[in-house]
């Protein structure tokens, strides 16, 4: 795999954040709506101002815990993916307001893009939903348990920017040559106990703690309890106040805590986009469980761009079916819940990027405001 390393930078943001947005439902201008087939979940085809976009969630909870949203316009394309845990309370929570803190952020000050822009979008994010467990903590405590991924892409002009929580992963295909071959440029950095960057980062930081990962049932974990290491949400492995009775047993931490176990703070990265650059695959971690990045990228430079999210979903899909020696076809006719033991929610968005639009600072008039249902 291809790997171009990625610097820091800061590039000029014209306050151009603006209009109305919606917190529920979906809304899609000159887009069109979703198909849905079963549990799955469609967005086929549409524009956003540098190129197009196609999305596509399918479903294997009891309850739908991914969100994503899709903002299109003026100031460039923003790209979320939300990948919920413990229920669906916090990525609901972050489609509600992590661009609207975005969006804040950037049209209080000078319109700047920095890291520290985006951190503040995602720490305001954090102490909203923090405040949202103390308000509740009397009448729902599990809310407490439950946390969310999060991975942003904003394009603008000829920059990436590119914020992580968890274990989604954004993928670049960027063409090779002129021989028709195309790479596949992992952009985003994980947070997962089973990478062994994750743990050491996690000793370096509680090097009194022997027991800050273990691993359990096959797989490492913080605290033997969870395996992403940062998240918006589980206040739980934040706040001492928040890990007693009455959440369940198997969440509480015996040894006191003297500071928080899991953090809110991203990896933020930023890339310049080069004529090569053709498309970025933003997914939740479900997807990658069967599909390499490779895999993932020749699928989209060899298939039609129209119904290509949906694509993906299916090839990890018919993955996850071969690996339980079942067929494709009888896969789909298991109802969610019991889905969650083949395949966990799976959300992808395929994002196309036009270099000529993008070199010279133009768009094409598509303004989008899309975002997956809160229930499906």
């Known amino acids: ?72 316009g003026p100031f460039g394309t923003f790209v979320g993916v939300y990948d919920g845990h413990g229920g669906p309370d916090v990525a609901r929570y972050v489609c509600d307001n992590l661009f609207k803190h975005f969006q804040a952020n950037l049209n209080g000050g000078e319109g700047n893009v920095t890291p520290e822009v985006i951190k503040r979008a995602f720490l305001e994010t954090e102490n909203g939903f923090t405040s949202r467990v103390s308000e509740m903590w009397n009448t729902k405590p599990s809310i407490a348990t439950c946390g969310s991924c999060c991975l942003v892409g904003v394009v603008f002009q000829q920059t990436l920017f590119v914020a992580n929580l968890g274990d989604s992963r954004v993928v670049l295909g960027r063409k090779s040559g002129n021989g028709g071959d195309i790479n596949a440029v992992q952009l985003s950095t994980e947070h997962n106990a089973n990478l062994e960057s994750v743990r050491r980062e996690l000793r370096d930081l509680h090097p009194h703690d022997e027991e800050i990962v273990v691993m359990k049932h096959g797989v490492w974990r913080v605290k033997g ?33 003297v500071m928080p ?53 299916k090839a ?20 969610k819940r019991v889905r969650r033991h083949f395949h966990d929610d799976i959300t992808v968005i395929v994002l196309f990027l036009n270099y000529d639009l993008i070199s010279k600072g133009q768009s094409n008039g598509a303004n989008v405001s899309l975002r997956s249902a809160l229930e499906h």
């Not at 990890?316 to 109802?335: H, P, V």
């Open 1 to 72: 795999m291809l790997k171009k390393p990625m610097n820091w930078c800061t590039c000029c943001w014209e306050p151009i954040f603006g209009g109305d947005h919606k917190e529920t439902g979906v809304n899609v201008k000159n887009n069109g709506d979703f198909g849905k087939d079963g549990l799955l979940w469609f967005h086929d085809i549409g524009k956003h101002v540098y190129g197009e976009y196609s999305m596509a969630i399918i479903q294997a909870n009891q309850i739908l815990e991914d969100q994503s949203q899709i903002e299109s």
């Open 225 to 257: 309890i969870i395996q992403v290491s940062r998240s918006i949400g589980d206040v739980y492995m934040k706040h001492a106040r928040y890990n007693k009775e009455p959440i369940a047993a198997k969440f509480r931490v015996p040894e006191p805590m």
């Open 316 to 335: 990890a899909l018919q993955e996850a079916a071969k690996k339980r020696e079942m067929r494709y076809s009888d896969l789909k006719k298991i109802d």
């Open 261 to 313: 176990i899991m953090s809110a703070i991203p990896t933020i990265l930023c890339h310049q986009i080069e004529s090569g650059d053709s498309f970025l695959i933003f997914a939740s971690d479900g997807l990658w469980e069967h599909l390499t990045n490779e895999e993932a990228v020749d699928i989209v430079h060899r298939s039609p761009r129209a119904g290509i999210a949906k694509r993906l979903v």
